[in-house]
Each structure stands twice: as C-alpha cells, then as structure tokens.
C-alpha cells in the first residue's frame, strides 16, 4: 500500500485518514494537522521522509503565480526542502489546470449555471486560474485579497488590475510569515463576519474554504460554495446557514473533499513523478483515466433527504439533521435551488 501525507500548518481538528484503491493499487490517504506550527511540520516531514510515497503540503502555498509568473513562498520553501527523498506537491498546478477547467466545465451546467454570475472569489491571487476562468465565463467578479488577506475594505473588480497588484506585491508578500496573511492553526476553526454585504451582494462564494470560513455571515442563502478541503462538519455547516449548492474542484473520498495539494500529491504517487515533472495537461489526463470528477451536491435536498431519514427511523438526528432541523425550528427555511 502506498501512502501519501499531507502535512499542513492548518488545525489537527481536521485530522483524516482514507484507504482507497485507485488503478487497482490501495492508497493510505491522510492529512496531519500541525495547529500552525512550522517546526511540528519540519519535524514531521523529516521523520517520513523516504517511508512515503508523497507529501502534500497543506494549510500554506509554495508557489503562487500571475500569469506565467511563479512566485515561492519563504515559508512553504523552508518545509519543502526538509524532504530529501519523497516528491513534495503544494496543489499549485491543480490550481491553475483542475480548478480553471471546473469553473468551465460548470458555466452552463443546469444546476449552477456559473456563467455571468455575480461572483465574490475571496483570494484571487491564491487562486489565479479561477480568477482568470470567471473572468472568461462573464461572470461579475469581485476580488477580496485586500479585504480578507489584509482588512481593507477595498473590493478588486477588474482582473487586469489583480494582474497588476499581483506583479507589484507577490515578491513581498511572499516574503512576510505567512500567518500574517493567512489563517493558521486554531484561526481556521473562528468564525468572524466581516464584509457582509460583499458576500450577501454574491451569487457564488468562491476560494479557499479557511478564507470563506471565517468570514462568511450567519446566513447564507441561496449561495453557490465553489471550495474544496471540506469536512462533513463543513457541509453541515453551510447546510444550516442555507447555501444551496457546494462545489468542490476536489472529489469526495469518504465524507472529505481533501485539498488540492492531497490530490496533487496522490497524482505523484501514482506516476512516480516529482513535482514539475507534470505538466497541467499531464494533470487533467490523468485525472480524467482515474475517473476523478467535482463534487456538485444540493445542500438543501441533502439536509431535508437526512431529516426524513432520521424521522422514519426514529432515531435522534444526525449532523445534517440536526443542521436542517435548526433552521426550521428558527422559522427561517432557506432558499431552495
């Protein structure tokens, strides 16, 4: 069996393990959380080092880019190179191919109809390609590095000039903690609202799920979620607040959309390659053989689906239906899609 490690500077609440089979070889699939500790991290990696097949790096980027500029993160780099042995993928290449193709392959798909919609990406610089795909599919896009990465009100709304910005300040900001710009450890678990007409003003909520996470307000009704790394617990969450669709770039493997730096990671392990070895291309061909495809779940069908559930058996409710059973006892049904 073959095992590939995510080690990330994010909480150990979100701790998981899957063993699956793909190509008909077993996986061991697993996520270590270090609760925002840069040196648990070293050590970790050091330890696995050539006893793994791959390790993902999670809760930070090594590579973030504009356009075919590629900028390395002091932080992510330092972890990087602790791994003499075992290929290292950050999800970066995941980013600019799987994420940009999903945000096509779903402009005009029937159940979200992403094209021309009124978009709040809350990273475009984490997220570059998505940024670029909206942007081709019409959609009214507005752009919250300032907002959540740096709290300033300060909405980016033209993606030449998130072109520009990125050009001006990726070399420095890719230089600073990256705590200072992203939330790490015990952070990813708080929930404080801010800027809530931006995301009340949107259709579809787009990005990293610790950004949309912690910002998000109490109700969210009728959004599209269009994220990965989500937990059961997530999608219960955004259940109860009334989002009515998750879309998540990565697939679901036992109740977890892992991040895109797993899947890159698990792309490694079966090729034997090294990160760089693969192109984009090289990414979504493989991906495709695998059979591996986004997740698109109507999180109100769901919820209501797991509350009948619970009531013909009797049983007390579960996660989803204790979800769906706040909102209706609040008197506050969320819109359905």
């Not at 709304?157 to 790490?184: D, G, H, K, M």
Request: proline share 4%; aromatic share 8%; charged share 25%.
């Amino acid at each position: 069996m073959k095992r590939v490690v995510s080690v990330s500077i994010g909480s150990s609440r979100r701790n998981h393990v899957v063993v699956t089979e793909i190509m008909g070889e077993a996986f061991q699939i697993e996520r270590v959380g270090t609760d925002g500790s840069l040196a648990r991290a070293e050590e970790l990696i050091r330890k696995l080092d050539g006893k793994v097949a791959a390790f993902g790096l999670g809760g930070i980027d090594l590579y973030l880019y504009a356009g075919d500029r590629r900028y390395t993160i002091k932080d992510a780099r330092r972890l990087a190179q602790v791994a003499r042995i075992t290929p290292v993928a950050d999800g970066s290449g995941l980013k600019q191919s799987l994420e940009r193709k999903v945000v096509h392959l779903l402009a005009d798909d029937p159940r979200v109809r992403l094209r021309g919609r009124k978009v709040l990406l809350v990273s475009a610089l984490d997220r570059f390609g998505m940024a670029e795909a909206f942007t081709e599919i019409g959609a009214a896009l507005c752009m919250g590095d300032a907002m959540f990465a740096l709290g300033i009100p300060l909405p980016i709304r033209s993606f030449r000039t998130i072109r520009v910005l990125a050009r001006l300040f990726l070399p420095i900001i890719t230089q600073l903690p990256f705590e200072w710009i992203y939330p790490t450890g015990d952070k990813q678990a708080q929930n404080t609202p801010r800027f809530e007409k931006f995301f009340e003003a949107a259709e579809v909520i787009a990005g990293d799920f610790h950004y949309v996470y912690r910002y998000m307000p109490p109700r969210l009704d009728g959004k599209i979620i269009l994220t990965n790394t989500v937990t059961g617990e997530d999608r219960d969450e955004l259940a109860r607040r009334g989002a009515a669709w998750l879309i998540t770039t990565t697939p679901e493997l036992n109740g977890r959309s892992f991040g895109t730096n797993v899947l890159e990671a698990l792309l490694l392990a079966i090729t034997g390659k090294r990160s760089g070895e693969l192109s984009g291309d090289d990414y979504l061909a493989l991906l495709d053989k695998i059979g591996f495809s986004p997740r698109v779940e109507n999180l109100q069908r769901a919820a209501s689906a797991a509350l009948s559930a619970d009531a013909g058996t009797g049983d007390a409710p579960g996660r989803a239906g204790e979800a769906q059973a706040a909102v209706a006892a609040s008197g506050e049904y969320p819109k359905r899609c």
